[in-house]
């Protein structure tokens, strides 16, 4: 499935009424650890590697360019098999090995706790991170690549509906190397994956 997303900063009050008639679908508390190696190889290229509490994820972007993304167009691998096969690793191994093997580091830890809802046939995440960022994600999965443009301007409408218009130009993780990590922030703004 491919995720398509749009990330929004939002005063107490448009958050109240854009959860006005939503279904509440849940929360829940989760820590990611995101990996990569010292030149940053994989967040210079919008390729994420993370252990969400003890599972192992990939996010590949499907849209390259920052300059050109309307929206965050993400495929998402969940399978450890799947994400060996994209290193092309042997599949004798686990992902821990092969972290190791390819000299990967954690350069991330943080603690999420996450509200998620439904609307009008949207996915809405609240996210309130423990490093006080907290930020609400609006998005729809898809399994159709010719249907992204189209989903991205659903979610600006819907947005625009509920009175959110200020966007977020990343989100918790890139926040959190904008604060701890000056040299790995100014990389991802060499490679275009941000722009101030």
């Not at 940053?40 to 849209?63: A, V």
């Not at 996450?114 to 609400?136: P, S």
Request: charged share 35%.
């Amino acid at each position: 499935m491919i995720e398509v997303e749009k990330r929004y900063i939002i005063t107490k009050e448009q958050e109240e009424n854009i959860l006005k008639d939503t279904e509440l679908l849940g929360e829940k508390i989760f820590t990611d650890i995101y990996y990569d190696d010292t030149n940053y190889s994989l967040t210079t290229n919008d390729i994420w590697l993370r252990r969400r509490d003890n599972k192992f994820e990939l996010k590949i972007p499907l849209n390259k360019s920052f300059e050109k993304r309307l929206s965050d167009q993400y495929e998402e691998i969940g399978n450890e098999k799947d994400i060996l096969n994209y290193f092309q690793a042997n599949y004798n191994k686990t992902i821990k090995e092969l972290i190791t093997e390819i000299n990967f580091i954690p350069f991330c830890k943080i603690k999420t706790i996450r509200r998620k809802y439904k609307k009008e046939g949207f996915n809405i995440d609240l996210d309130i991170a423990d490093t006080g960022f907290a930020i609400m994600e609006i998005e729809r999965m898809t399994d159709d690549l010719s249907k992204m443009k189209e989903i991205t301007q659903e979610i600006t409408q819907f947005a625009e509906r509920n009175g959110i218009i200020k966007e977020q130009k990343w989100g918790k993780i890139i926040e959190y190397i904008r604060i701890n990590n000056p040299q790995h922030f100014q990389a991802l703004i060499n490679a275009k994956l941000i722009g101030l």
